[in-house]
């Protein structure tokens, strides 16, 4: 339970933020703030914590898990009884991976031009242009799963609902607060790549490499309030 | 005579050794195409440090599914959406277990028992998961709001003050570490951590395990022979030294407090005290994971 979404959650806010400190996550900050604003103009900080209701935003943390897929091997399955694929009998005790993003736009390129299949979170098959981050996909209705940032079948992660409130509060939360800049140097700036921006890439999840962003408050007044309000409410804990 | 009998020795030796070097733990599936690999090692070497485009790249020549031989375990590589629906959601109630790896399952878990999400399948697990997906569910959910309420301002006016009201710049990570681990612990434990030290000792130390349940960081997972020595060894078993100590002050710290009648409504708890809800046969060292 400790160790439960602790090097899984935190690389999808990471790498989120980073986005948001893009040229192209300038034009998603100010329609996620656009949106959460048209639905709560002024209590989303309180409200987010009852429901659910700015789907851009449903939507942005849905395309961070599914652009970043922190496990990118996922965890290994084994069969138990003996399984068929394509006419093929694969026997009880086979070990299965699969592979969620080899998101390389290099690769992306190459396998386009070659027509050929590749994984599964990428597949242009399912997903319209695959290796561009756009919430706007999840705004129209999928067929099927919509990522894998948490596995799928029986094993299926078992916390995905409290991560899914954890990531849609805080980040309506950050960008309520804030507005996100890049950083001034170059190289202070986010590796955006699903793959490149691991520090370890053999390791089981996403470790996102070191970057800095600037965050401005929109209104300290008034973001001084709501911690305030935060503070209150939450002193017995 | 002889000399042809040596010959027809040699061989068989070498027929056998040869066998024997490209067996693995699971028999090779006809109709499935085969990534060419080497005695022994099979394709761990191939494989290189980023397994997604290594796997890509196969996928090209070999099509969406194939197997590849990691030393001694046969693997099933799926990479397409299809493919993945068919195998993972189609045919889930067969694909349902999980390996047990040398690495993260003898010497990192030693003391902790298995966690939920990474035990082979069992009835035990059948209900640990059960009993988790009740405190994990939606309604469940709604009642630890309050905690993502306090955490979730935490880590804002921590990156807040931090970054000097926005003077400067930010690495964010630690701060997100920080709000999930917090947010774990409370729904766990009942209480959070404020130190600095301890928070970072946690994050490296899980980070590490993570490590160390990677698919092929590890190779002593696949060639049983490297288990014999191994520097991966001594920093799993220090890795998991470090975890039991913190494992073991958070719940001395819970029990201290329910003793004092100051702990707050948590999940470990609940097991501690109401011994039908326990989930375990390890007792209170109730972990959950993926």
Redesign the interface.
């Given at each position: 339970m400790v160790s439960a979404g602790l090097d899984t959650v935190p690389g999808n806010f990471t790498m989120g933020l980073g986005y948001l400190s893009t040229p192209h996550g300038q034009e998603i900050q100010q329609k996620l703030y656009d949106e959460i604003m048209a639905v709560y103009p002024n209590n989303a900080w309180e409200v987010c914590l009852k429901e659910e209701k700015v789907p851009y935003l449903t939507a942005f943390v849905k395309e961070t898990l599914r652009f970043w897929t922190v496990l990118p091997i996922c965890l290994p399955r084994v069969n138990i009884k003996d399984m068929v694929y394509d006419g093929a009998t694969i026997p009880a005790g086979t070990t299965f991976l699969m592979v969620v993003h080899p998101a390389s736009s290099y690769l992306y390129i190459r396998a386009k031009k070659r027509q050929n299949a590749y994984a599964a979170a990428y597949d242009p098959t399912h997903f319209a242009e695959p290796h561009k981050f756009s919430p706007e996909r999840y705004l129209v209705p999928i067929q099927g799963i919509s990522h894998f940032a948490y596995g799928c079948g029986s094993r299926t992660c078992i916390g995905l609902n409290l991560a899914n409130r954890e990531l849609y509060t805080l980040f309506l939360r950050l960008i309520v607060a804030f507005r996100v800049f890049p950083a001034e140097r170059e190289e202070d700036k986010p590796v955006i790549d699903a793959l490149d921006c691991n520090k370890m890439m053999t390791g089981l999840t996403t470790d996102p490499k070191d970057f800095k962003v600037k965050l401005i408050c929109r209104d300290r007044g008034m973001l001084e309030e709501w911690l305030k309000g935060s503070e209150e409410r939450t002193k017995e804990l | 005579m002889s000399a042809a009998l040596l010959l027809i020795a040699a061989a068989t030796a070498i027929y056998l050794l040869f066998h024997h070097a490209n067996r693995t733990?699971?028999?090779k599936?006809?109709?499935?195409p085969e990534v060419p690999g080497l005695p022994l090692l099979g394709s761990l070497l191939s494989i290189g440090?980023?397994?997604?485009?290594k796997?890509?790249?196969w996928?090209?020549i070999h099509?969406?599914?194939f197997q590849v031989r990691l030393g001694n375990?046969?693997?099933?590589?799926?990479?397409?959406?299809?493919?993945?629906?068919?195998?993972?959601?189609t045919?889930?109630?067969?694909?349902?277990?999980?390996?047990q790896?040398y690495t993260f399952h003898s010497v990192v878990s030693t003391a902790q028992i298995f966690?939920?999400?990474?035990s082979?399948?069992s009835e035990s697990v059948k209900r640990r998961?059960k009993a988790?997906?009740t405190s994990?569910?939606?309604p469940a959910?709604?009642s630890?709001?309050?905690?993502?309420?306090?955490e979730?301002?935490i880590?804002?006016?921590e990156?807040?003050e931090d970054?000097d009201?926005?003077d400067k710049?930010?690495?964010?990570?630690l701060y997100?570490?920080r709000?999930?681990?917090n947010?774990?612990?409370?729904?766990?434990y009942g209480f959070?951590i404020k130190d600095a030290e301890q928070l970072q000792e946690?994050?490296e130390v899980?980070?590490e395990?993570?490590?160390l349940?990677?698919?092929?960081?590890n190779w002593q997972d696949y060639l049983p022979i490297l288990r014999r020595f191994g520097k991966k060894n001594n920093t799993a078993a220090e890795t998991s030294k470090r975890r039991d100590r913190y494992?073991d002050m958070?719940l001395q710290e819970l029990k201290r407090r329910i003793a004092k009648g100051i702990d707050?409504p948590c999940?470990?708890g609940n097991v501690l005290k109401d011994p039908e809800a326990k989930l375990d046969d390890g007792g209170a060292t109730?972990?959950?994971?993926?």
């Open positions: - | 733990n699971s028999p599936i006809k109709g499935i440090s980023c397994h997604a485009r796997a890509l790249e996928s090209k099509g969406p599914v375990r046969r693997v099933v590589f799926a990479n397409s959406f299809s493919s993945v629906t068919n195998l993972w959601i045919q889930q109630s067969a694909l349902i277990s999980r390996p790896l966690t939920i999400g990474t082979p399948w998961r988790a997906a994990l569910s939606r959910i709604a630890y709001m309050p905690i993502i309420d306090l979730s301002s880590s804002i006016r990156l807040l970054s009201y926005g710049e930010i690495n964010p990570s997100f570490q709000f999930a681990l947010t774990g612990l409370t729904l766990t959070r946690i994050v899980e980070r395990i993570s490590n349940r990677s698919t092929s960081n494992m958070l707050k999940i470990t109730y972990s959950l994971e993926r």
